[in-house]
Nanobody, 124 residues
Framework: QVQLVESGGGLVQTGGSLRLSCAAS????????MGWFRQAPGKEREFVATIDYTGGNTYYAESVKGRVTISRDNAKNTVYLQMNSLKPEDPGVYYC?????????????????WGQGTQVTASS
């Protein structure tokens, strides 16, 4: 059984930084791409970042490019999302997901397992 557990969310000031983690189990982690998505209240879940199975290729949503870095440690079965210069539109529930394939994707349909999410809340 595949399990993904996110952590690292919390209250953060606009302009601040946050590092999210996602620990995976139940699947050979290093064979699959991983992704981060987010969902704000009243909005659909949206793509944030994805990383391929090696960690050598990453892709970002335009809204976070230059402020966010996705990385992975295959030895620890963990994927990370470093978020800097947080903007008011960044808060929401952040989900990590494991892809069906080795290469990253922006499409939620290409992911078959999802974590429960971690809340990122902005403070003024």
């Amino acid at each position: 059984q595949v399990q993904l557990v996110e952590s690292g969310g919390g209250l953060v000031q606009t302009g601040g930084s946050l590092r999210l983690s996602c620990a995976a189990s139940g699947r050979t982690f290093g064979r699959y791409a991983m992704g981060w998505f987010r969902q704000a209240p009243g909005k659909e879940r949206e793509f944030v970042a994805t990383i391929d199975y090696t960690g050598g290729n990453t892709y970002y949503a335009e809204s976070v490019k230059g402020r966010v870095t996705i990385s992975r440690d295959n030895a620890k079965n963990t994927v990370y999302l470093q978020m800097n210069s947080l903007k008011p539109e960044d808060p929401g529930v952040y989900y990590c997901a494991t892809a069906r394939y080795a290469l990253g994707s922006r499409d939620t349909n290409d992911y078959d397992y999802w974590g429960q999410g971690t809340q990122v809340t902005a403070s003024s």
